[in-house]
């Protein structure tokens, strides 16, 4: 093949891979080197090596791969096979990516390649290198005598996408022995603790496309219908506004199994007098959401179920009604002053009875809330307080498995740069009355 035609062919070649990746929304190249220099002031001299689940390797066999989130969070790039090195003094950043590889990109479809003069324009890299060349890439800027290397570690015999070719680097003495070791992952999780406002905007698209499904499944539940074609009808609904995946698997769990917290089978048909629990969201453009409402199968709470549901409720607006950025935490604590948890589970306690005369604090099973981001349980500095720009669920739950009764309401949120509370899940009912209405025919 010509020169000429061989550049033509890899300018179709990016054009179709532009295409093909287009569903996803991509942040700005300057919001991933913004991130990738904000890592670098951490590493204090370190170099970070990171690398790229390959196509076998992404996790998730059902719906292709999936992009390690670290690894995405740095770079924006969905493909595998690809590595990262960051060196912080001085700053080089370079995108390792792997050669063309014709027959398998019959089967994956076309990549940009190393090779390619516009890989640095595309992915905002200041140098786009051949996978081959990160071995001599990575010796040339270790400082000597001692060189640190951060990377994402396996911990307790648990490999990752990077502890197999950091063992390939290390083998045959290739590797120098100066270099010392070191976990990246609480550095970048520090980082992902606080969103960018595209990071935002993503967790707000994939709220809203998953609020439309909530919506559409009061709509649409009566007796007599599976739990799974709700589960469908929520995918469908979240899927048809850009959702490219649930952000975990869907829970729909009515009667007992209400009161099972990951209920995942969603096979049960559903009869008159159960309350369903539905904890479903979509993920757009790599970002979960994480929504949860409750109700009555045939349309109408009973009032033992109203005054679960009502107690759930108001633990919930106790938990919005005390936050403070700056101040309040997430983690479980029945103690610390500060935590919301506490403020719903003291509300919880000293409300309503179970069927033997006992306060209801024991049926409130699990945390109050978590980190969202890339993941739904997002990496976070456990060490902050609830602060601007970080997003978490505040989801208070009664569970009584002897009554066939679990209730769960579960919001997203994210703090304004005022400090204050911005719901993300808007727009779904809350009260038990708002529930009832929007499931009227
Ligand atoms: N809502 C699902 C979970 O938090 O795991």
């Not at 770079?75 to 950043?93: C, M």
């Not at 063992?167 to 970048?188: H, Q, T």
């Not at 979960?288 to 009973?302: L, S, Y």
Request: net charge negative; hydrophobic share 40%; proline share 5%.
């Amino acid at each position: 093949m010509s020169m000429r035609k061989q550049s033509l062919l890899i300018c179709l070649l990016t054009l179709v891979a532009c295409i093909c990746v287009g569903a996803t929304e991509r942040q700005s190249n300057a919001d991933y080197h913004a991130r990738r220099a904000a890592l670098a002031k951490q590493m204090e001299g370190g170099t970070l090596v990171l690398f790229a689940p390959t196509e076998a390797e992404g996790p998730n066999n059902l719906y292709g791969f999936r992009q390690d989130d670290n690894f995405f969070y740095l770079t924006g790039w969905l493909e595998p096979g690809a590595a990262l090195l960051i060196n912080s003094n001085p700053y080089v950043e370079i995108l390792f990516l792997a050669e063309h590889n014709v027959t398998q990109e019959k089967w994956t479809g076309p990549k940009l390649g190393p090779e390619n003069p516009h890989a640095p324009q595309q992915t905002g890299f200041d140098k786009v290198e051949s996978l081959d060349k990160m071995h001599d890439e990575l010796l040339k800027l270790l400082p000597q005598p001692r060189a640190t290397v951060y990377s994402d570690l396996g911990a307790n015999g648990l490999t990752t996408a990077s502890t197999g070719p950091l063992e390939w680097l290390r083998r045959g003495n290739s590797f120098p022995n100066y270099v010392s070791f070191k976990d990246a992952k609480p550095l970048i999780a520090r980082l992902r603790t606080v969103k960018d406002a595209g990071e935002l905007k993503m967790i707000s698209r994939a709220s809203d496309a998953s609020v439309a499904a909530h919506l559409a499944a009061l709509k649409a539940i009566h007796p007599g219908l599976n739990e799974r074609e709700i589960s469908a009808l929520m995918q469908y609904e979240f899927g048809k506004r850009g959702c490219e995946r649930p952000a975990y698997a869907p829970i729909v769990g009515s009667g007992f199994f209400s009161t099972v917290l990951h209920y995942s089978a969603d096979d049960r048909t559903m009869q008159d007098g159960d309350l369903v629990v539905m904890d479903v969201g979509g993920e757009y453009s790599m970002y979960a959401t994480d929504i949860t409402r409750t109700a009555p199968v045939n349309g109408k709470f009973t009032a033992r179920q109203r005054e679960i549901y009502n107690i759930v409720l108001a633990s919930q607006e106790a938990a919005m009604q005390a936050f403070q950025a700056g101040k309040s935490k997430i983690p479980t604590s029945r103690t610390d002053p500060d935590s919301l948890y506490k403020v719903a589970f003291d509300y919880i306690n000293t409300h309503g009875k179970d069927l033997h005369g006992e306060p209801l604090g024991k049926y409130f099973i699990h945390g109050l809330g978590h980190h969202v981001g890339l993941n739904v349980h997002d990496a976070n500095d456990s060490a902050l307080p609830l602060d601007k720009g970080m997003v978490f669920t505040l989801e208070p739950g009664i569970y009584i498995p002897e009554e066939k009764l679990g209730v769960r309401i579960e919001d997203i949120f994210a703090v304004g740069q005022d400090g204050k509370l911005i719901m993300l899940s808007h727009g779904l009912p809350r009260t038990a009355d708002e529930v009832e209405a929007a499931m009227k025919k």
